[in-house]
């Protein structure tokens, strides 16, 4: 059974550091892994989507790694900005069913302060 | 594109009545989710459609819960009698291809049953 692990599960640095949120999985069998920012009270947004045969992605501050032996995906943020506090969620796209099925992780709340 | 739009965005009922949450994904997509977010559970998948057919439903709670996908524009859900413990935020989401798709969200429902 594919379990997502986030962690930490709440982090708080002050701006214009650079971090690193980590993900991690337990089956290598994935179709891709993807991104997600929420802000309290709104939907997801993608940040990045990673497919199975890729090693990283990046967009603009943002870049985001996987290696799929391992089970592990880094998010990279650089220059943290106070607008970057959010909850972050990671998620694994799994084989399932005539296609596929995301696991979502339990996400890492980011603050950035001033 | 507008985007995934749900609606309502918040709702607030008494215990016993029936709820109906709507969806419109977005255009061109062929994969339609419904998932419920909660603290306790985090996010769960509850049902998705491709091309309008039910393909999963084995997340959906109980028989109270039922979705509909009557034509490639527009999904319902709907709680029939609501249950405080229903209360949850509920998002639907929409991708193109459900293997490597990029999934997109809505902005939610906020479901209160008092």
């Known amino acids: 059974k594919q379990e997502v692990t986030q962690i930490p599960a709440a982090l708080s640095v002050p701006e214009g550091e650079n971090l690193v949120l980590n993900c991690s999985f337990t089956d290598s069998a994935i179709y891709n892994l993807q991104w997600f920012r929420q802000d309290p009270g709104k939907g997801l947004t993608s940040l990045l989507l990673?497919?199975?045969?890729?090693r990283e992605q990046t967009s603009g501050r943002l870049n985001a790694s996987l290696d799929k032996s391992s089970g592990r995906s880094t998010l990279y943020i650089a220059a943290s900005q106070p607008g970057d506090s959010a909850t972050y969620l990671c998620a694994v796209k799994i084989f399932y069913n005539q296609g596929g099925k995301l696991i979502f992780g339990q996400g890492t709340e980011l603050s950035v302060k001033p | 594109d507008a985007g995934v739009i749900q609606s309502p965005r918040h709702e607030v009922t008494e215990m016993g009545q029936e709820v109906t949450l709507r969806c419109k994904p977005i255009s061109g997509h062929d994969y339609l989710f419904w998932y419920r977010q909660t603290m306790m559970r985090g996010l769960e998948l509850l049902i998705y459609?491709?091309?309008?057919?039910?393909?999963?439903d084995s997340g959906m709670p109980e028989d109270r819960f039922s979705a509909k996908m009557p034509n490639a524009s527009f999904s319902t859900l709907k709680i029939q009698p609501s249950e405080p413990r229903d209360s949850a935020v509920y998002f639907c989401?929409?991708?193109?291809?459900?293997?490597?798709?990029?999934?997109?969200f809505g902005e939610g429902s906020r479901l209160t049953v008092l």
């Open positions: 459609f491709n091309n309008n057919v039910p393909i999963d």
């Open positions: 989401a929409s991708s193109h291809g459900q293997g490597t798709g990029e999934l997109f």
């Open positions: 990673i497919q199975s045969s890729q």
